[in-house]
C-alpha cells in the first residue's frame, strides 16, 4: 500500500499536542493590528486547541503528524 501524502497546508497550521491533540493558532493576528485593543490582541496570543468535530479531518490531513 503506498504512502499517504501530509496535506502541506495543514502541517504549516498544526502540531499534535502529546495527548494527541491539535493544537492551533487564532486567527486575526497578522495585519490591521492598530485599531485592535491591545486586550484583544492579548486574548488571541495562546494556543487552542482544535474542536473535537474538525479533528478527524486535521487526523486525516497530517496521518504522520
Known amino acids: 500500500m ?3 501524502k501530509t496535506s502541506r497546508a495543514a502541517a504549516k497550521r498544526f502540531r499534535r499536542t ?3 491533540r491539535f493544537k492551533r493558532n487564532q486567527s486575526h493576528r497578522r495585519h490591521i493590528l492598530t485599531k485592535k485593543s491591545t486586550k484583544r490582541k492579548r486574548h488571541l496570543r495562546p494556543h ?3 474542536a473535537a468535530v474538525d479533528s478527524p479531518g486535521v487526523e486525516r490531513m497530517l ?3
Request: net charge neutral; no cysteine.
Open 48 to 50: 487552542e486547541t482544535v
Open 18 to 20: 502529546t495527548g494527541g
Open 63 to 65: 496521518p504522520y503528524g
Open 2 to 4: 503506498p504512502k499517504i
